[in-house]
């Protein structure tokens, strides 16, 4: 292992276990690999071909506009509706009675929408929001549980153009309104409540307490009915859905936009710090949404049952839930509830009950269901899955191998894709049927992308090293900018390596020139000199049969400069192993050794302490920087995107009795 650390972070030889894709998606793929010729041999002719995968108004002359980097244009004299391509074309095109979504609600019951019926809907509740008083332009803050309405006010909102900024139904009143505040959106669209694990929970009080606190720019406020519990009432500010329903239009025309202008505003998770308001626009966050849907999920819109388990309060949920799966007439499940309400089979089931063919979820979400035992899966049959997907953190091998065979059967592919809010889209991910892909690799940047890993001093790295991610040309969903904050947007991405967006994660490129993820580089840990990666040590750790997750950070160390604290939750269905080996401090030595030996003295970590959880945002992924302010013993920082506050609390309370 190398100490030099100019040429980034050490990296240790990863297993190197390849798959090849079933036949099934060789026989698919043939007219594939072309993509990545075609782009190669002219990037923006390969992106105007994909731009023709929507409807255009009027036809966009020129494809890219980057004389003012890092401000990019992308077919801006072209005009769409989003909406239109989400939903309109299709009936049109005489798919009306295709079935768009499959509602599941916590409780078990289910409604069912066609693309005819959402067209209705979501040109309704246009009707009704211009009756508010929304213009094109106009922020909407949708502020909405996992049902079918949040998906109709993102879509109506988009037949407005006007921006709408989802904030997850999770978050308080003050995380909501501050983010109200920021974007000053103009109408707010909630509900009375949400059902969280079998209970009502009220949702319009927050909503109450944050205009109460300011967000003054709110003038109405449209509510959903969905528990049927108690709400306070503002006349003349407030307003149900299921009344104005009653008497809007099902007509509606859709404001045709230029392809720049703003389709939403979206805030990132809050992993590394304050959130950032990411803007993106119309024309080229459409195309790569559903060229990127398209292709990564080799998607055949008549037969196949899609299922992506994010919660429209992040991007996944805007580019794989609403936009990209739409613009492509999937037919798709979304879930209202939690994985494990009323039991731990809960996801499976729905898998069973609808056949859903292509599944989407998140490492969080594997490792949970690792935990708990892969006799839950079993009880289901998931023979109906024919490629997984995952995104939000990197995916240790270990729960890519689990999630490959005891969901995917040993039959279907896994796609690990990597991309930001910042991005739009997916940007880096194996192709089915075209790549043999490698347990936790993201491996290579999609065709049209440019991706590399930079050293320290901005070269790209050699095979077998590891850096700095970039992307080195614009791409048509790229960020437009941090909402209000151009100053912030050119700091936070452009100014690290000039000309280059760095996106804030480290990365290594194998001998075969495949990318691997290696974690936030705020997260890298500097031990005697040597750079390792958070990722790494993770993925050692888990590679253990009694641990399900664990969470890696550098600690201010006298004598290292910094030392390796690890936290692990152990599995269930091993207490008997775990009480014969001598109790938890026993297994936490002998967890110490077992990273020593899978990657090296160095990596050691000088404590491994056993919890029960893991700070972790509400969209699944580790806050590292909250377990940093415990291992250095600081005032813990800002938690409000965390999504269990308590456990911040037992973490502290396990550490200082283990001192
Ligand atoms: P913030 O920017 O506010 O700290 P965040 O970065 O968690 O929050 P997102 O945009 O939701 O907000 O997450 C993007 C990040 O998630 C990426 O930068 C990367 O660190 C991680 N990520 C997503 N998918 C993958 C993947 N397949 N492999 C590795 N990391 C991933
Ligand atoms: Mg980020």
């Not at 090849?20 to 690999?33: D, G, I, K, Y």
């Not at 306070?232 to 299921?242: A, F, K, L």
């Not at 490629?387 to 490959?404: K, Q, R």
């Not at 936490?588 to 020593?596: F, K, P, S, Y």
Request: net charge negative; with cysteine.
């Amino acid at each position: 292992m190398s100490d030099d650390a100019v040429t980034g972070i050490d990296t240790f030889s990863q297993e190197s276990r390849t798959f090849s894709p079933p036949s099934e998606f060789v026989q698919n793929a043939v007219a594939r690999p072309h993509l990545y010729a075609e782009a190669e041999r002219d990037r923006l002719a390969f992106w105007r071909t994909r731009a023709q995968l929507l409807s255009w108004k009027t036809p966009f002359t020129e494809t890219l506009d980057w004389s003012n980097p890092p401000f990019a244009k992308w077919f801006a004299d072209g005009t769409l509706n989003a909406a239109y391509n989400c939903v309109d074309r299709h009936v049109e095109s005489g798919h009306g009675s295709q079935v768009a979504l499959l509602a599941e609600y916590e409780d078990g019951s289910d409604a069912t929408y066609t693309y005819a019926d959402v067209k209705d809907e979501i040109s309704r509740m246009a009707n009704v929001l211009t009756d508010l008083g929304v213009r094109t332009g106009d922020r909407v803050a949708i502020y909405l549980p996992m049902i079918p309405e949040a998906v109709f006010a993102m879509l109506a909102c988009a037949r407005l153009g006007a921006p709408h900024s989802v904030v997850f139904g999770g978050f308080s009143a003050d995380a909501l309104r501050s983010r109200i505040e920021d974007a000053e959106a103009r109408v707010v669209i909630t509900a009375d409540g949400q059902f969280r694990r079998g209970k009502a929970l009220p949702l319009k009080n927050a909503v109450d307490d944050a205009l109460a606190k300011g967000a003054e720019s709110i003038e109405k406020v449209l509510v959903v009915r969905r528990t049927g519990g108690d709400v306070q009432w503002t006349e003349g500010r407030d307003v149900w859905w299921h009344e104005a329903r009653e008497t809007a239009s099902a007509e509606h025309e859709p404001v045709w936009v230029e392809a720049e202008h703003p389709l939403f505003i979206l805030y990132t998770s809050g992993t590394t710090g304050k959130p950032k308001g990411i803007v993106h626009t119309t024309g080229g966050y459409l195309t790569q949404a559903t060229y990127t849907h398209r292709n990564v999920f080799d998607l055949k819109p008549k037969t196949d049952v899609y299922w992506c388990t994010a919660d429209v309060g992040w991007v996944t949920g805007h580019t794989y839930v609403v936009y990209g799966p739409m613009a492509n007439r999937a037919t798709q499940v979304i879930y209202e509830g939690t994985p494990d309400t009323p039991h731990q089979g809960r996801w499976w089931e729905i898998v069973e009950k609808h056949k859903v063919s292509l599944f989407y979820s998140s490492p969080t979400a594997i490792r949970a269901a690792m935990k708990w035992g892969e006799e839950i899966p079993a009880k289901f049959d998931l023979t109906s899955l024919r490629l997984l997907g995952s995104v939000g953190e990197a995916i240790n091998p270990e729960a890519w191998m689990w999630y490959h065979r005891v969901i995917g059967g040993e039959r279907a592919p896994i796609v690990d894709t990597w991309w930001q809010t910042e991005t739009g889209a997916i940007m880096i991910s194996p192709l089915p049927g075209v790549t043999s892909t490698k347990p936790g690799s993201a491996q290579l940047a999609l065709p049209g992308i440019s991706a590399d890993v930079y050293s320290e001093s901005g070269e790209p790295v050699g095979p077998g090293e590891g850096g700095y991610l970039v992307l080195d040309e614009p791409w048509p969903a790229m960020l437009r900018g941090i909402w209000g904050d151009p100053e912030r947007f050119q700091d936070t991405y452009w100014s690290r390596f000039p000309g280059s967006y760095f996106a804030g994660d480290g990365a290594k490129k194998d001998e075969d020139g495949d990318i691997w993820l290696l974690g936030r580089v705020d997260d890298v840990m500097n031990v005697s000199g040597h750079r390792l990666s958070t990722m790494e040590i993770e993925s050692a750790l888990v590679s253990h049969e009694w641990v399900a997750e664990s969470a890696v950070v550098g600690a201010a160390d006298e004598t290292t400069g910094q030392a390796v604290v690890a936290f692990a939750i152990l599995r269930e269905g091993n207490e008997a192993e775990v009480e014969a080996a001598g109790g938890e401090d026993a297994v936490a030595e002998l967890l110490r050794q077992h990273v020593g030996t899978e990657i090296g003295p160095i990596a050691k970590p000088k404590r491994v302490l056993i919890v029960t959880e893991l700070p972790k945002t509400r969209s699944g992924k580790i806050m590292r920087r909250l377990l940093r302010d415990v291992a250095e013993n600081r005032q813990i920082g800002d938690t409000q995107t965390l999504a269990d506050a308590s456990v911040m609390d037992l973490i502290q309370q396990g550490m200082s009795e283990k001192k």
